[in-house]
């Protein structure tokens, strides 16, 4: 039961795997009845003069039909049919993963099949080093949504080969069936540690974070790269818990004990951990230990807020480092670049800067530069575009916070 699709399905590749519910009326020999397809393929030129196209498998066409008459169907020429997406369900199927045959050990790559939910994947990670077993995390296309499937590439895998995974998929929900681990550390109402790993300092305690914040292991830490993300999460296996959600922002990261023996793991601020208490209850969720809870990514929502960037204290017109903070949306960067005032040493246009595996981002220059800094901000998935103008002014200073007009 599947479909090619021309490119408004298709989406240069990024539509494969989502799922569509599709019905007939306009022929005596439609029933009326929806089936759901997924795509699978692209549809070429004959798909490209309408603005949605299926180019349907000779089943799925049939299915259409009353009873008797899919051959009918099927000769009745092209067809006007209604359409909407829907959440794929693939029952007990969890995902597989099949590793591309010129796979090697400098090399990986995979097809993605079975995806629950949205069905689309905007990104896939793997460990790195390439060293096996290898886990991988997936996000979801509109969602954000993630879920890791934990050591399911295994050590001697073999190019070609298909490798299912345990448990992982994401319900018509969003949140994650696999739970996650999660702890606190901390002050009583604090925000953990002042975000060392990311970069963030003392503006984890201050608005709009308001100490809601966690560390993260190593699938959500993930080199840096997760720092600023946001997920949703909650806890029910506790009398303690009140299984409502909360928010919180990944600010540091924890490198050992129970956050890289779990596929997912939170060590959440106290102030995070108390919230997701019954009221009046806090003090007992925290002394229960390591909890299970689900989780699940969500947007970033900082209202009142505009992007903002505290430059590095070690900055000098040579090296211009900063952390970019309050990013709605995402939370994640692609990439940041930056654009000096025109003139001097300097070519005119935007320059990349790169991560420090955190929410820091630098530029050693090798020459002076000179401010007003444009600054340039790609998301992470979405790749949307904004630009900070001249956020960065020239009489600029180390050390010091300066606010945007911008957000995603």
């Known amino acids: 039961m599947v479909s090619a699709g021309g490119p408004s399905l298709y989406k240069s590749g990024r539509g494969c795997g989502a799922c569509y519910q599709i019905k007939c009326t306009s022929n005596q020999a439609c029933s009326t009845n929806p089936v759901t397809a997924v795509i699978t393929d692209e549809c070429g030129q004959g798909c490209l003069t309408e603005s949605v196209h299926f180019d349907l498998s000779g089943?799925?066409?049939?299915?259409?039909?009353?009873?008797?008459?899919?051959?009918?169907?099927?000769?009745?020429?092209?067809?006007?049919?209604?359409?909407?997406?829907?959440?794929?369900?693939?029952?007990?199927?969890?995902?597989?993963?099949?590793?591309?045959?010129?796979?090697?050990?400098?090399?990986?790559?995979?097809?993605?099949?079975?995806?629950?939910?949205?069905?689309?994947?905007?990104?896939?990670?793997?460990?790195?080093?390439?060293?096996?077993?290898?886990?991988?995390?997936?996000?979801?296309?509109?969602?954000?949504?993630?879920?890791?499937?934990?050591?399911?590439?295994?050590?001697?895998?073999?190019?070609?080969?298909?490798?299912?995974?345990?448990?992982?998929?994401?319900?018509?929900?969003?949140?994650?069936?696999?739970?996650?681990?999660?702890?606190?550390y901390g002050e009583p109402e604090g925000a953990g540690s002042t975000g060392r790993a990311c970069g963030y300092g003392v503006a984890v305690a201050n608005p709009p974070l308001y100490a809601m914040v966690s560390a993260g292991g190593p699938s959500l830490f993930n080199n840096g790269k997760g720092c600023g993300t946001c997920y949703?999460?909650?806890?029910?296996?506790?009398?303690?818990?009140?299984?409502?959600?909360?928010?919180?922002?990944?600010?540091?990261?924890?490198?050992?004990?129970?956050?890289?023996?779990?596929?997912?793991?939170?060590?959440?601020?106290?102030?995070?951990?108390?919230?997701?208490?019954?009221?009046?209850?806090?003090?007992?969720?925290?002394?229960?230990?390591?909890?299970?809870?689900?989780?699940?990514?969500?947007?970033?929502?900082?209202?009142?807020?505009?992007?903002?960037?505290?430059?590095?204290?070690?900055?000098?017109?040579?090296?211009?480092a900063f952390v970019v903070e309050y990013e709605n949306g995402e939370g994640d960067l692609a990439s940041v670049e930056i654009q000096p005032a025109s003139g001097g040493f300097m070519p005119k246009g935007f320059m990349p800067m790169q991560e420090m595996r955190s929410a820091e981002w630098k530029l050693n220059s090798g020459g002076p530069l000179s401010g007003p800094f444009n600054i340039r901000l790609t998301s992470g998935e979405s790749r949307k575009v904004v630009v900070a103008q001249a956020v960065i002014p020239a009489d600029w200073k180390p050390d010091q916070t300066y606010r945007s007009i911008v957000n995603f």
Not at 78 to 91: G, S
Not at 110 to 120: F, K, R
Not at 280 to 299: D, E, F, K, N, W
Request: with cysteine; aromatic share 8%; glycine share 10%.
């Open 59 to 184: 089943t799925a066409f049939g299915a259409m039909a009353v009873p008797g008459q899919d051959s009918q169907l099927r000769t009745a020429g092209v067809l006007q049919i209604l359409y909407r997406k829907v959440e794929c369900n693939y029952n007990s199927e969890t995902v597989v993963f099949q590793v591309d045959g010129g796979s090697n050990a400098y090399y990986f790559a995979a097809l993605v099949e079975y995806v629950n939910g949205d069905g689309e994947i905007g990104l896939l990670e793997v460990t790195s080093p390439l060293l096996a077993p290898l886990s991988l995390r997936m996000t979801y296309l509109d969602s954000g949504e993630t879920v890791v499937a934990s050591d399911v590439i295994p050590a001697g895998w073999q190019p070609g080969e298909k490798y299912k995974s345990n448990n992982e998929t994401i319900n018509a929900a969003g949140w994650a069936d696999a739970d996650a681990g999660a702890t606190w």
């Open 232 to 320: 949703q999460i909650m806890c029910t296996g506790n009398p303690a818990c009140s299984g409502s959600p909360i928010t919180v922002t990944i600010t540091d990261e924890c490198p050992g004990g129970p956050c890289v023996s779990e596929p997912v793991h939170f060590d959440l601020s106290r102030k995070a951990m108390g919230a997701l208490a019954k009221p009046g209850q806090a003090a007992q969720l925290r002394s229960a230990g390591p909890l299970s809870v689900s989780y699940r990514r969500a947007a970033c929502l900082y209202q009142g807020t505009e992007i903002a960037f505290h430059v590095d204290a070690g900055s000098t017109p040579f090296y211009v």
